[in-house]
């Protein structure tokens, strides 16, 4: 630590001390969930899981404090510089960008009010290499920013928002001359060339809106390639090109990345200042768009008044803090996400010359002139990855149709785009941005309509002099050699979509090729031309195309937020669960929702998603209109076999048409209508923005689209309509079934991606057969819709639709009604799910209280004997939890005695296989074996070759714990093969990740990490969360073992991120325990010693006791590595006495082997031949190579044989086992620490 007071020179203040990180790892974590996450759902146990890390963040940062400045030397220096009237400064130096990043701007002084951030000091970081320079002077007069917004994957970019946007809306408020330019295209050659030509009049700042990433190689920025693609630049590399233009401050907006660790920024910007860039200002976490701009804005201001770039930090971060409110869902809430800027400095910077604009206005952005044709018609919320798609396209192709359902946004997209590309030097002059309308009632849809309005907005009244073949001449000229943005809008007027009225008639055949051949030849120049449409417009033959849907779910809820701010009735009824169902019906529909929202301030939620399905009259006429001037162009029947879509939510195919209504108690009108009619039908309504094609022959449905098609119906025909939503219901009892037994079968990949399609038309039903007591077609829906929820761990949704269930079919006793055994069927399977549920949440008193419950009342009534079978497996699974295997045992066995009672072989081989594991978990492994072949035998007798396959994956885990690798890869090649033979995803799936796990075991990491990929490339396909995290976690080991940490700490990472919102807890533990590693091969003991304390709870709370073991062993090896033997022992002892408990004398062997490794690297020889010995003599076999060979060698190494043998006789009065003597005989001595 030093000290650096005004007019002295720097000293060093006290002896280095050892810093303790304030934070741990898990608080970090929680820092970043609430920066990051919070308010993507604020709801339930998130919102009080968001509000608690809110409070904790003043004690945290009062924790740091105390760390750096709680007594000594540091303490006198920090009052010495608080207690004089001069700015302070606190600079965090190093060059580990773990201590770069942590959230120093936290630190609280507990007798000031305001953590330091927010209460005069500057906050900065430097490399600890070198000198902190004095303070740097920066020409201009005016500030010149570079934007780069780099965005390789177009509108897939993690979490992309523009900050370009909101920033230019906000300059105005700057008092000075802030001139924005958009560097096109994002590539490394444009920047370099851009910087070369800017000769005297050079940029001050460059901000890089983008992603960032490190690897073993270091720290770089993603660029794209000029034909596509991605370009990694180097930090330095990009730094020196900055450094060659005179160019001091770079600006960092969300240089981050899911994929990889929690220090990209801090790497980035190190790598900056050490390539010779003055200043970097980052955000150290994603941050909202608006958000930075705000800060952007205020970062602008101080810069100009003459403040330092660290001042100005500041004064952005004190402008967050006054203003903390963000969109979420729930409408605006608070957020203290002023700490995400950081500073980072080589030495200070100003400018100096800066001057502000006469007149300007701090603080009040800039009004749209009257009558300008740009002008937004409201806020445009959203769409940023358009925006980019567009960029990108406009890039590839000059002549671009931007195509879409009516109410989408298409025009205020094509307005936005156009202020965009005005604003930011995207055309050669600001007034090269030109609009022409296609609306009916103009005089020509023809190729002079449009000449005239270019020719006039650019040459002037004398261009209408001209004759036609020299003015379209002309016109082409101007295109092809400047750039200029020309918007067509309408353009399905002009023959796709042509008015019904006829006010101006469609395009000839002649008029529509002059249009094509023109916008062919324009393809080809400098310009751009964009065109807005209803549909794809296919006659214009090879032109670009971008597809406007719905608004993302962020964006949505940034619209209703927008709309609703100025209501306060409709914002009180956001709480209101059917807004979030309302939400999901409006579809981000921006128009529906536009019209839609508003009456919030004098209705109901649930009352307008009423009238929306078509149960109620809508309360805007305005939102009928569109839909029927769309359905103008259907032929009757087209209109009339449309309405079979009112009945579907969100989604529909023709082939679930052609199924659904093949029945003869079907709507008349339905009634037998072959899927190809039903596919003609469906094609034309997307084609007129009715539907949108989703692929796989499923159309998404306009969200108003179903109220006007019951509306129509139900004036046709009421007594058809009352009676379909019945009928549906019906069906559905053969699809729901239908789809379960699909779950069970080869078809199951295939079932999950048709449920999560159906799942609000399912869910939908399912609510109308509880609410009128239909229990059967309720069971038949519910048993697939809690197979997906279950699979995609979807934990909350299945939880709250199994307590609606149990409202709607228990009476106040808490049973079903009596002598109903459709009720009690499903009532049962609620509770067994339940129960299964609260097990894995290690509420296992809950959950054998529940069983036993539904077991006496199936005993007491003499009810369905099936349903005791499940609760007989809960009830050994409980027990199997609690490790208790004696009544593991005896439930799994009157389970397997009914069902031979019964003769239900299906649920004998399930038996079987659970006796089975019983067995494995006690060590009987020749039993599980054949309880295992057992369940095999009779799946294969029964013709269930998935079944089968699940038995030979458990023989070949059975064979993997044996150590019998070529066993197990046996039985699990036959499961690849049988489900490959099946067309089963899932069970090839697992064949692979098991594969793996031998090949890694034997040592075949090639082998092994192609296993994996190919095991992850499945779960992908599936949609398969959790599978996916298994193959992200075995690849971070592979890595790990491989001394690729970052590469493995990228693993880990995507596999944290998956299971952490799923709150997964035994998964949880597992990433602890892999950061553990990571940390213990870095040397980051103290990190690694949190990790591993936050694995062993983890694991101790979901009874993990294998793994508890485990991360104890990892844990003596951070102790060893840290020279201190005693805790090292500790760590081994308590592994030592879970495996004891356990009775897994192998896992013994090795721990007794592992203290006589420790006592041997600490040089006690003693003790590691008593330990080593004591390893050696229960080994099973003895002719297994273990860890305490190698202990052995090395002592016979110090020693010689004949003395380690005297004393191995004598401790054991037996000769010294000849495979043993073989093995330190021939083995060369080696270090123990590498086995």
């Not at 403040?307 to 903390?324: F, I, K, L, N, Q």
């Not at 090896?1117 to 897994?1144: F, I, M, N, P, S």
């Not at 013994?1148 to 031949?1169: M, P, T």
Request: charged letters at 25%.
């Amino acid at each position: 630590m030093s000290a650096w007071l005004d007019g002295e020179s720097p000293r060093v203040v006290g002896a280095p001390v050892a810093l303790t990180t304030p934070l741990d790892s898990g608080e970090l974590a929680d820092l970043r969930w609430y920066l990051e996450d919070y308010l993507r759902v604020p709801f339930g146990i998130y919102e009080q899981r968001g509000l608690r890390i809110a409070e904790r963040l003043p004690e945290w940062g009062q924790a740091m404090f105390a760390a750096l400045f709680g007594q000594g030397p540091g303490r006198e220096a920090y009052l010495a510089v608080r207690t004089r009237d001069t700015a302070a400064e606190l600079v965090v130096r190093s060059t580990d960008p773990s201590w770069l990043s942590l959230p120093w701007e936290l630190l609280h002084d507990p007798a000031v009010p305001a953590p330091f951030a927010l209460d005069g000091m500057v906050v900065s970081r430097a490399l600890s290499t070198g000198h902190v320079d004095g303070t740097f002077g920066a020409g201009g007069q005016r500030l010149r920013v570079l934007m780069v917004i780099s965005r390789p994957d177009g509108d897939r970019d993690v979490g992309y928002q523009m900050i370009a946007r909101p920033l230019l809306r906000r300059l105005s408020a700057v008092r000075g001359q802030v001139e924005v330019e958009v560097l096109r295209p994002p590539t490394r050659e444009a920047l370099t060339e851009r910087l070369r030509a800017t000769g005297a009049d050079p940029y001050q700042i460059v901000h890089f809106d983008g992603h960032g990433s490190t690897s073993d190689r270091g720290a770089s920025l993603v660029f794209e390639r000029a034909g596509g693609g991605v370009e990694h630049v180097p930090a330095a590399e990009f730094a020196h090109v900055l450094t060659e233009a005179g160019i001091p401050v770079v600006v960092l907006n969300a240089c981050r990345s899911g994929a990889v660790g929690d220090q990209v920024e801090a790497t980035i910007a190190a790598g900056l200042l050490s390539g010779g860039t003055d200043a970097v200002v980052a955000m150290a976490y994603t941050v909202h768009a608006d958000a930075a701009a705000e800060f952007m804005t205020a970062f602008y201001q101080r810069l100009f008044a003459g403040d330092t770039v660290g001042e100005a930090v500041r004064a952005g971060r004190v402008r967050m803090a006054a203003h903390p409110q963000r969109r979420s869902p729930k409408g605006a809430q608070p957020l203290a996400d002023w700490i995400v800027p950081v500073c980072y400095r080589r030495r200070e910077v100003h400018f100096p010359y800066l001057r502000p604009v006469p007149g300007a206005q701090a603080g009040r952005e800039q009004q749209p002139e009257q009558g300008d044709l740009w002008a937004p018609d409201g806020e445009l919320v959203g769409r940023d990855g358009l925006i980019c798609t567009l960029e990108t396209v406009a890039r590839k192709g000059r002549v671009v149709v931007l195509h879409g359902p009516a109410g989408t946004g298409k025009t205020a997209l094509a307005k936005a785009f156009g202020r965009w590309w005005r604003d930011t030097d995207g055309v050669d002059r600001p007034e090269w941005v030109l609009w022409h309308s296609f609306e009916p009632g103009v005089a020509t849809y023809g190729l002079d309509g449009v000449i005239s309005t270019i020719g006039l907005s650019v040459f002037g009244p004398g261009f209408a002099a001209q004759d036609r073949a020299a003015q379209r001449e002309r016109v082409r000229t101007l295109l092809a050699d400047n750039r200029l943005l020309v918007v067509w809008d309408n353009f399905e007027s002009v023959a796709s979509l042509p008015d019904p009225a006829g006010a101006t008639p469609p395009l000839d055949e002649t008029g529509r090729a002059e249009l094509r051949e023109f916008l062919h030849e324009a393809a080809t120049g400098r310009s751009t031309i964009l065109l807005t449409s209803r549909t794809q417009e296919d006659w214009l033959g090879g032109v670009q195309r971008v597809a406007v849907g719905r608004l993302t779910p962020d964006d949505a809820v940034q619209y209703a937020d927008h709309l609703l701010a100025p209501l306060p009735s409709a914002v009180a009824r956001r709480a209101d669960r059917a807004f979030g169902e309302l939400l999901i019906w409006l579809n981000g529909h921006p128009l529906s929702m536009r019209l839609v929202l508003p009456h919030l301030e004098t209705s109901e939620a649930a009352d307008l998603l009423s009238a929306l399905r078509g149960a109620a009259a809508l309360p805007e006429d305005r939102l009928l209109a569109g839909i029927a001037y769309s359905m103008s162009h259907l032929d009757p029947d087209g209109q009339r076999l449309l309405a079979a879509v009112c009945l579907f939510q969100g989604t529909v195919s023709a082939s679930l048409l052609g199924i659904v209504f093949a029945d003869d108690d079907a709507p008349h009108r339905f009634r037998h209508v072959p899927s190809n009619r039903w596919e003609e039908v469906l094609h034309q309504a997307a084609h007129i923005g009715l539907l949108t094609a989703a692929g796989d022959g499923w159309y998404g449905i306009h969200p108003v689209l179903p109220a006007y098609l019951a509306g129509q119906w139900r004036a046709e025909d009421p007594d058809e309509f009352a009676a379909a939503e019945r009928f549906l219901v019906d069906a559905f009892l053969a699809v729901g079934a239908q789809m379960g037994e699909m779950t069970r079968s080869i078809d199951a990949a295939k079932a999950y991606r048709l449920i999560g399609v159906l799942r609000r038309t399912m869910g939908h039903l399912l609510s109308y057969a509880l609410d009128h007591g239909l229990w059967l077609p309720a069971l038949a829906i519910l048993q697939p819709l809690r197979e997906y929820w279950d699979r995609r761990w979807m934990v909350e949704e299945s939880r709250a639709w199994d307590d609606r269930v149990l409202r709607a079919v228990e009476s106040e006793d808490g049973f079903p009604g009596p002598l109903d055994k459709s009720a009690d069927r499903l009532w049962l399977s609620v509770i067994s799910a339940e129960a299964q549920r609260l097990t894995r949440a290690r509420l296992l008193d809950a959950a054998e209280a529940m069983c036993v419950r539904a077991r006496d009342r199936i005993l007491a009534h003499s009810l369905d004997r099936a349903g005791l079978t499940t609760l007989c497996h809960r009830l050994g699974e409980i027990a199997a939890a609690r490790a208790r295997w004696d009544d593991a045992e005896n439930w799994h066995s009157e389970s397997l005695a009914l069902e031979e009672e019964l003769d239900d072989r299906a649920g004998i081989a399930w038996s079987h296989r659970a006796l089975g594991d019983v067995a494995k978990a006690r060590g009987q492994w020749n039993k599980a074996r054949g309880r295992y072949l057992k369940s095999r035998k009779l799946k294969d007798e029964l013709g269930d070759r998935r079944g089968a396959a699940l038995a030979c994956s458990a023989l070949g885990t059975l064979a993997e714990i044996r150590k019998h690798w070529d066993e197990a890869q046996n039985w699990h090649r036959e499961v690849r093969d049988i489900s490959e033979e099946l067309g089963d995803d899932d069970g090839q799936g697992r064949a692979m990740h098991q594969l793996g796990a031998v090949a890694q075991r034997l040592g075949q990491f090639d082998a092994a990490e192609v296993w994996y990929h190919m095991s992850l490339e499945v779960s992908e396909r599936m949609g398969d969360p959790l599978a996916r995290a298994a193959s992200y976690v075995e690849l971070g080991r592979l890595a790990l073992h491989r001394d690729r940490v970052d590469e493995a700490e990228q693993w880990v990472h995507q596999h944290r991120a998956i299971v952490e919102p799923l709150g997964v807890r035994r998964q949880m533990a597992v990433s602890y325990q892999m950061l553990g590693g990571v940390a213990l091969k870095r040397g980051h003991g103290d990190a690694a010693v949190c990790w591993l304390g936050k694995a062993i709870a983890a694991f101790e709370d979901v009874g993990d006791q294998h793994n508890v073991a485990g991360s104890h062993h990892v844990l003596s090896e951070v102790w060893k590595q840290r020279g201190q033997r005693t805790e090292a022992e500790r760590c081994l002892h308590e592994a030592l006495a879970v495996e004891e408990r356990l009775g897994d004398r192998t896992a013994v062997a090795a721990s007794y082997g592992e203290l006589g490794r420790l006592a041997a690297d600490f040089g006690d020889v003693d003790v590691a031949l008593d330990w080593t010995f004591q390893s050696l003599a229960i080994v099973e076999p003895p002719s297994r190579i273990i860890v305490s060979h190698y202990v052995l060698a090395h002592v016979v190494a110090r020693l010689g044989l004949e003395e380690v043998e005297r004393r191995w006789i004598r401790a054991t009065d037996v000769p010294l086992p000849a495979a043993i003597r073989t093995f330190v005989e021939g083995r060369e001595p080696r270090r123990t620490d590498d086995n």
